[in-house]
């Protein structure tokens, strides 16, 4: 069964602080994995990783994919009270040739303390 | 761009009543799919459409859940009987074939009392 895990399920840091997300997955014929925030409502868009190695940045946010050890790592730089949100990963594997559906993890709780 | 629309924003019910959640895609996203969220499960597949065709219902909790898509700007998620355990956030999401970003709608608190 396809599953992604992350890791930790929440942190608190204080403002200034750089953090490192952690996501894991086991998926068949693996396709993307993308990373979303999700503050108070619906989940939006922070990153899609489909190549090894190869670092995604905007801002203080960045992230990195491994496909050979099937994991991928967010990081956050001098982190903000804005910061704070539910982080999520998601992987997305081919169904029957095609796109298939997106199977998130549980999320990374992060507070970040003024 | 309207964004993905959920109505309605929250709902409280009574165990036992038909609960019917409602979704507009973004105009010209041919997949939909509907998620629930517990802070138990986290965000869970439900269901998700291509051009109107359910492709995976295998993350239907069972019987009491349905869902359609009549048409390429429409989709419901359909609760009858409802329970306690339904209560969770349900978000639908569309997006455009051969694009992997998801777009979410605001989504739909279900409280089952």
């Known amino acids: 069964e396809d599953k992604v895990v992350q890791s930790p399920l929440s942190l608190v840091v204080h403002e200034g602080d750089t953090v490192t997300l952690n996501c894991s997955y086991e998926?068949?014929?693996?396709?993307?994995l993308l990373w979303y925030k999700q503050e108070k409502k619906a989940p939006t868009f922070l990153f899609m990783l489909?190549?090894?190695?190869i670092e995604k940045k905007s801002g203080r946010l960045s992230s990195i994919l491994d496909k050979k050890e099937l994991f991928s790592i967010l990081n956050i730089t001098a982190t903000q009270t804005g910061d704070s949100a539910i982080y999520l990963c998601?992987?997305?594997?081919?169904?029957?040739?095609?796109?298939?559906?997106?199977?998130f993890g549980k999320g990374t709780k992060l507070s970040v303390k003024p | 761009d309207a964004g993905v629309i959920q109505s309605p924003r929250h709902e409280v019910t009574e165990m036992g009543q038909e609960v019917t959640l409602r979704c507009k895609p973004i105009?010209?996203?041919?997949?939909l799919f509907w998620y629930r969220q517990t802070m138990m499960r986290g965000l869970e597949l439900l269901i998700y459409?291509?051009?109107?065709?359910?492709?995976?219902d295998s993350g239907m909790p069972e019987d009491r859940f349905s869902a359609k898509m009549p048409n390429a700007s429409f989709s419901t998620l359909k609760i009858q009987p409802s329970e306690p355990r339904d209560s969770a956030v349900y978000f639908c999401?569309?997006?455009?074939?051969?694009?992997?970003?998801?777009?979410f709608g605001s989504g739909t608190q279900l409280s089952v009392l």
């Open positions: 999401a569309s997006r455009r074939t051969g694009h992997e970003k998801l777009f």
């Open positions: 998926v068949t014929n693996f396709r993307s």
């Open positions: 489909t190549s090894s190695g």
């Open positions: 998601a992987v997305e594997a081919y169904y029957g040739g095609s796109q298939g559906n997106l199977i």
């Open positions: 105009s010209g996203h041919n997949s």
């Open positions: 459409f291509n051009n109107n065709v359910p492709i995976d």
